[in-house]
Nanobody, 126 residues
Framework: QAQLSESGGGLVQAGGSLRLSCVAS?????MAWFRQARGKNHEFVAA????????YYSDSVRGRFAISRGDVANSWYLQMNNLKPEDTAVYYC??????????????????????WGRGTQVTVSS
């Protein structure tokens, strides 16, 4: 069982940047970020395979956001640049319990993830 905790959210003007951090305790495998805007379902943002070799992004953030391993063990980041008002949401870090045989096909499904943080609010003003 793993526990995840996010930090780094806040209020930023359009065009600005934020870096979200996730720290995990316990065993986990693949890592990802999802977001949920008010009144909407969870939306996939970015993911990284357990070995760090493969990264995946949604079309809406590709080229602006980057997922990477953190500077401390069992952590990962979401660097968000050129933020837009439509990026406003609660951001969640997530992880799978095992590598999975078809992660490259399933990374964008919220149901693929076993562990979730409590979320951190990101608000982008226009």
């Amino acid at each position: 069982q793993a526990q995840l905790s996010e930090s780094g959210g806040g209020l930023v003007q359009a065009g600005g940047s934020l870096r979200l951090s996730c720290v995990a305790s316990g065993r986990f495998s693949n890592m990802a970020w999802f977001r949920q805007a008010r009144g909407k379902n969870h939306e996939f943002v970015a993911a990284m395979s357990s070995n760090g070799r493969d990264t995946y992004y949604s079309d809406s953030v590709r080229g602006r956001f980057a997922i990477s391993r953190g500077d401390v063990a069992n952590s990962w980041y979401l660097q968000m640049n050129n933020l837009k008002p439509e990026d406003t949401a609660v951001y969640y870090c997530t992880a799978t319990a095992t590598p999975g045989l078809r992660y490259s096909d399933n990374y964008h499904y919220a149901q693929a993830y076993d562990y979730w943080g409590r979320g951190t609010q990101v608000t982008v003003s226009s």
